[in-house]
């Protein structure tokens, strides 16, 4: 078992950047791919961005894609979101996701491993 814990959330301006954190343990972390999800009040969640366990890949969704950067570094057991230019519409709660395989892919039930999540606000 891997366990994920998030932090690096809080509250910003619109066009204001974050970054967010997720620390592993318990596994080796480079065994992993692994994941982002939002999910916002009243709202289902939301795949955001996904990363091979080497790193080497990646995929976005379209509403983040070209604001939003995912990364790890499995020597620190950690993966990354760096989120920029954030709109009111990126409000949410993140989580970080992991699974045993090379590629996860962008559907939730494809990963078995979560963290408790950070709220991310967007505000003026």
């Known amino acids: 078992q891997v366990q994920l814990v998030e932090s690096g959330g809080g509250l910003v301006q619109p066009g204001g950047s974050l970054r967010l954190s997720c620390a592993a343990s318990?596994?080796?972390?480079?065994?992993?791919?692994a994941a982002w999800f939002r999910q916002a009040p009243g709202k289902e969640r939301e795949f955001v961005a996904a990363?091979?366990?080497?790193?080497?890949?990646?995929f976005y969704a379209e509403s983040v894609k070209g604001r939003f950067t995912i990364s790890r570094d499995n020597n620190k057991n950690t993966l990354y979101l760096q989120m920029n230019n954030l709109k009111p519409d990126d409000t949410a709660v993140y989580s970080c996701?992991?699974?045993?395989?090379?590629?996860?892919?962008?559907?939730?039930?494809?990963?078995?491993?979560w963290g408790q999540g950070t709220q991310v606000t967007v505000s003026s």
């Open positions: 996701a992991a699974v045993a395989l090379n590629w996860g892919g962008s559907h939730d039930t494809e990963y078995d491993h």
């Open positions: 318990g596994r080796t972390f480079s065994n992993y791919a």
């Open positions: 990363i091979r366990r080497g790193g080497e890949d990646t």
